[in-house]
């Protein structure tokens, strides 16, 4: 077989696809600017989110029937700021409101209400509306209060019941926590969960948009007749079109790890979590699992945009190339997303699934 023919046949496919603006646009520019502003962006929403739910005020309403015991709730709901950071704005209400519509109406959050037995402490009602947020971050807040006040109560019973309580209540025995796991051990596994995941949909991305350009989309521009006319064979030409695909697949890799590996990087230096949980370790002791990724995911790679290639030569336009690869890209997606559930360990079967 002529490898100058091939290598030139491999040249052509690679400077048609970079002359395609689209194809350099979502193969470049989306990994490197896009992911880390979508990602960013999520980070800060998730912080403000959170930040905004225990600074926010919520409104609760408390049925006044008993003055001492609609002040007691209102002195719990007061000492939360303290205990919790809860923030609470209490009001009194009549017994026999229509509390639905107080709720709905968003004038509460939340409605306290309670019922006096003959027991040393009334029963309470929470009323709320769970399909709203506020009003379901309120519910668990209050229902976090009161969880603490019950154990407080049971804990001075407990106290005036027992002489040494002091003494029974400590714990039995402590439990000394050691790990053998280094930190290259712990990194490595934090790493496994992402990095196939990320590395799947990658090659996927790259080998799909330019599989159909090279096959599909030359039949519609009609350069594929042109081609054929040329004095080379058919495996000459599959050869050319199979390296250009599975170049563009590992370009998209590399891209997507860079952007990836930047986002990681500034994570790392921005969340003293991050520091402490991983901190210090060797590099030198990934170099052996970083060579062996590196040839899977060649390997992959090729796999993929051989598959791609076969789909794609069925097809008879760009639009029916599209339907048939979609099945195929949620068939190995799905694949990647196995490697992130709890309990998968790679073992011999799961090595030799592609």
């Known amino acids: 077989m002529n490898k100058k023919i091939i290598l030139t046949l491999l040249k052509k496919e690679i400077v048609d696809i970079f002359r395609d603006t689209k194809t350099i646009i979502i193969m470049v520019i989306v990994p490197l600017i896009l992911y880390p502003l979508i990602f960013l962006a999520s980070m800060l929403l998730t912080s403000s989110i959170m930040r905004e739910s225990t600074v926010k005020t919520y409104n609760v309403a408390i049925v006044n029937e008993t003055e001492k015991e609609s002040e007691n709730i209102k002195q719990l709901l007061a000492d939360a700021l303290e205990a919790h950071e ?15 519509k107080l709720l709905r109406d968003s004038k509460y959050d939340l409605i306290i209400d309670y019922k006096n037995t003959d027991a040393e402490y009334p029963d309470y009602t929470v009323y709320s509306l769970t399909s709203v947020n506020k009003s379901s971050t309120c519910r668990t807040m209050v229902e976090k209060v009161l969880d603490d006040y019950r ?13 040494n309580y002091d003494e029974l209540k400590k714990e039995p025995f402590e439990v000394e926590k050691k790990d053998y796991s280094s930190k290259e051990e712990t990194t490595g596994m934090l790493i496994g969960y992402i990095m196939p995941f990320m590395m799947i949909i990658s090659v996927l991305m790259g080998a799909f948009t330019v599989a159909i350009d090279v096959s599909v989309g030359e039949k ?7 081609l054929i006319t040329l004095p080379i064979s058919n495996t ?6 199979f390296f250009a695909v599975s170049i563009f697949a590992l370009f998209s890799v590399t891209i997507n790890l860079c952007s990836f590996g930047l986002m990681g990087i500034y994570v790392f230096n921005s969340v003293k979590l991050a520091k402490t ?12 699992s970083i060579l062996l990724m590196i040839v899977v995911i060649i390997l992959f790679s ?7 290639l ?11 190339a599209n339907n048939l690869t979609t099945p195929l890209m949620l068939i190995l997606m799905t694949g990647a997303g196995m490697s992130v559930l709890p309990g ?7 090595a030799l699934i592609p």
């Open 220 to 226: 519609e521009r009609g350069t594929l007749e042109t």
């Open 151 to 163: 154990d407080k109560i049971i804990d001075d019973r407990l106290k005036g019941a027992i002489d």
């Open 344 to 350: 998968v360990k790679l073992n011999i079967f799961y």
């Open 302 to 308: 090729m796999f993929v945009s051989a598959l791609c």
């Open 277 to 288: 949980f991983v901190g210090s370790f060797k590099f030198t002791q990934f170099i052996p």
């Open 236 to 241: 000459q030409m599959m050869i050319s079109k």
């Open 310 to 320: 076969c789909v794609d030569f069925t097809a008879k336009s760009v639009k029916e």
């Open 86 to 100: 809860y923030h609470f704005n209490t009001e009194y209400i009549n017994a026999g409101e229509d509390y639905e």
